[in-house]
């Protein structure tokens, strides 16, 4: 089953000298070596396309190797950009545009390209043995196989070395432009602006200003060359966005909205930010951005493994400081013994879980939502941990912010579970003013907190905050309030060691109640009629694929309710209600049906559970027709 998107359309312009026809979104991939420089292109258009005011998502994909055999299926590396003058979700399910850099790009690449889209081939690559080497008996570019595609054959190495005939280069050097002419090409092709990308290679070969003025000549060129040929007689254009609230905007990705999520919330918490880490995909970019900011009262220790990593951030929990280690899944599994222990100390811990395809080493480039079983279970003994997850790559900001107030609040590791896809993805963020951020300030203790029967005023670490159950965080070195840690049981109220069954019950009864108890806000419904039947229900970085297919599904004029979850543990209150609501609920997961297994155990509610575990995000259109199966079913 196919449902049009309702967004699709466009208006042609004619000029005097070529036509100009506008669209209303248009999704675009640029693909080739990993060495191609295509993540770089496709940054720099995403930054264009930003400062135009377009709403835009990105999804970039690149191989695990550090540097695959050049001309190798394996070494292809892509980036894909959906810009749009509305509101979008998804980085689209399939390029309007394939750019591709050599015969490996096209073949990984071409199933996913719709019949009549653009491609763009660098025609010097398409050698006998290039072609050969990912099993092209003869050129797909004369035997007819894209004859379904408009293609325009460039030969782009030759026309950015010809550009490039000036400078003291090589041709081999020179040819290391031709991402460059592509991205000034495309440019041209989608009225993208040019100052910044020209400003950016100034400064980014700011000690090899040849090398710079070379980018930014093989750049005007590509621009050039798509306003002088006829094979380009059409250009396109994709007004800026109207729909955005007033404010200040920047395009970020998952990642760097995550790091300045946690130094906000330092900030708001008046508390320094130590992070201690190992570096491992995809969470590596917040360990390299968090390092950056020492000016805030960041700390970052990059350590020698996962478990010192978590060691450190624990001991800095302790000694007072707003504590925070990054992984993925294989470094949960490490971390796994010290969560424990951070769960019996009862200290504010972040975990922040970049998830990506498992198992062990797994799919290290590729996205997964595979890790919430064992955020939730892995650990031994009954150690309860509260999980959040963002939405979106802008949400990684706020979902910082709502795992520090809970660990600050409830004295408590807090899981953060991103994902690759929200990670290295990218869209519109609005930066948020100051005074709208949330007040987590903590007061550490200071004094006695217990009058014993004798009348003596002494310190009980372990002595409770009847509203929240958390216990006091007592600063070391503070005078009289000197407590043991460790990971024996303790004793209720004192700390002390505690063997006795009936303590050690209370104390995992106390400790389960504290997590249950944590205030998350309702869950709503998006139900516009209020008659739906259907809910669809996700969690994490499923939430872009599943709004642009319950849109798609209403603009078809189906009735389905929409909710999404932001808190795994504790679940919101109402849940269990809300899911009986409706006579159908199906939950799309990048996993084996992990929230699913969880709905079903709690609420006895046998949800429709679809899955994929492909390292890629869902499509809107897959998605829009596994919901009209189960509308129609």
């Known amino acids: 089953m196919g449902i049009p998107s309702a967004e699709e359309s466009s208006v042609a312009v004619v000029t005097a000298t070529k036509e100009v026809r506008r669209l209303d979104r248009v999704v675009i991939r640029f693909a080739g070596d990993s060495g191609d420089g295509m993540q770089l292109a496709g940054d720099r258009f995403t930054s264009e396309t930003a400062s135009f005011g377009n709403d835009l998502s990105t999804l970039p994909n690149f191989p695990a190797e550090i540097r695959a055999p050049a001309g190798t299926l394996p070494g292809v590396s892509s980036f894909q950009l959906h810009f749009a003058d509305h509101d979008i979700l998804t980085p689209g399910d399939a390029p309007d545009v394939l750019v591709a850099m050599n015969p490996a790009a096209l073949q990984a690449n071409i199933a996913d390209v719709p019949r009549g889209a653009e491609i763009i081939v660098n025609t010097d690559e398409f050698t006998k043995r290039a072609m050969q080497k990912v099993g092209y008996a003869s050129s797909p570019l004369e035997d007819g196989s894209l004859d379904r595609f408009s293609v325009h054959g460039v030969p782009l190495t030759t026309l950015v070395v010809e550009a490039l005939k000036g400078f003291d280069l090589s041709r081999k050097d020179a040819g290391r432009s031709k991402n460059m002419f592509a991205l000034g090409l495309l440019s041209w092709m989608y009225h993208r ?57 920047r395009s970020i990705s998952g990642n760097l909205a995550l790091s300045y999520g946690l130094v906000a919330a330092s900030r708001q918490a008046d508390l320094p930010l130590y992070l201690g880490s190992y570096p491992i995909t995809p969470a590596s970019d917040i360990l390299h951005e968090l390092s950056k900011h020492k000016n805030f009262g960041v700390r970052t220790f990059q350590a020698e493994d996962e478990i010192a990593g978590i060691g450190a951030a624990l001991g800095a929990a302790f000694g007072g400081s707003l504590a925070v280690t990054t992984t993925s899944g294989p470094g949960v599994a490490l971390k796994s013994e010290t969560i424990g222990l951070a769960v019996s100390l009862e200290l504010p811990l972040l975990v922040v879980d970049i998830q990506r395809g498992g198992p062990s080493t797994g799919l290290p480039t590729k996205t997964e939502q595979a890790d919430l079983l064992q955020a ?13 997850a963002p939405k979106t790559p802008a949400d990684c900001f706020d979902a910082a912010l709502e795992a520090a107030r809970i660990a600050l609040t409830y004295r408590t590791p807090v899981f953060l579970l991103s994902d690759g896809y929200l990670a290295n993805g990218s869209e519109p963020w609005r930066i948020p003013p100051v005074d709208e951020l949330p007040y987590l300030k903590t007061e550490f203790s200071h004094g006695p907190n217990h009058t014993l029967d004798d009348g003596s005023e002494v ?48 104390m995992v009864r106390t400790r389960q109640a504290k997590i249950d108890g944590i205030d998350v806000p309702d869950l709503d419904a998006d139900d516009p009629t209020g008659n739906a039947s259907l809910l669809v229900l996700g969690w994490g970085s499923s939430y872009g694929p599943i709004t642009a297919a319950v849109r798609r599904l209403r603009a078809a004029g189906e009735s389905v309710a929409q909710a999404h979850l932001r808190h795994l543990n504790p679940f919101p209150r109402n849940l269990g209600e809300l899911l009986k609501r409706y006579d159908k609920v199906v939950v799309p997961e990048m996993n084996l049906g992990q929230l699913a297994t969880l709905l079903r155990a709690k609420y006895l509610i046998d949800v429709i559970s679809y899955t994929q575990v492909t390292g890629m995000p869902f499509k809107a259109e897959q998605l829009a027709t596994v919901l009209k199966e189960a509308l129609d079913g």
């Open 459 to 506: 310190f009980w670490p372990y002595k409770r905050d009847p509203e929240t159950l958390a216990r006091p965080w007592a600063v070391p070195g503070t005078p009289g309030l000197e407590h043991r840690i460790g990971g024996i049981e303790k004793q209720d109220g004192t700390g002390n060691i505690s063997y006795d069954p009936a303590n050690h019950d209370f």
């Open 376 to 388: 939730m279970y892995g650990r031994n003994g009954e150690a309860p941990v509260p999980i959040v």
């Open 193 to 249: 602006p040019t100052e910044d990308t020209e400003a950016f290679l100034r400064a980014k070969f700011a000690r090899r200003p040849e090398i710079a003025a070379a980018n930014v000549a093989a750049f005007r060129a590509g621009w050039n060359f798509g306003e002088t040929t006829e094979d380009f007689a059409v250009s396109y254009e994709v007004r800026p966005a109207a729909a955005f609230p007033a404010g200040t905007y």
